[in-house]
């Protein structure tokens, strides 16, 4: 049982470290390809949060983000795939930050092909985020082990 649970952690990472590792290998002096296709859609986001709220978010550098990102994504993923409840935090904070900036499908008319393909994207991450929330919840709820402490035995004199 224990082999398949590992299997299935590094399984259910792969997504991320695929993702790490192409982020990491396209990572230049700029942030890469990511950090200009995060750009816009950051900016749209900012827009967004301050037309709705009133808060501006700082501004900050796209490659900042990137390497946080893998950060993230890498750390968490290995974490996760030893069984820790902290990796998959980590991994949480990721997608609850990258994913509404990421999958903006809220900027389109319901009528756009990047409406659906958006929303197909965005409602994926949130069932990667419902397993991650389903792995904390039976990590929590299962008993620990308690580990026996042997009596100190009497020493004949």
Known sequence: MAFMSF???VLFVSVFILSVWQEFNDFGAD?????????????AFSKHVLSHTGFKLPSVEMQHLIAASIALKGLGSLLFILGSSF???LLILH????????????NYDADHKEFAQLFVKFTQNLALFGAL??????????PRRQVKKKAPKAKAM
């Open 133 to 142: 929330l389903f792995f904390i919840g039976m990590k929590n709820s299962m």
């Open 87 to 89: 990796g998959a935090y």
């Open 95 to 106: 997608q609850v930050l990258a994913t509404p900036i990421l999958y903006d499908f809220y």
């Open 31 to 43: 942030g890469g390809p990511a950090a200009r296709a995060l750009r816009p859609k950051f900016n």
């Open 7 to 9: 299997v299935g952690r």
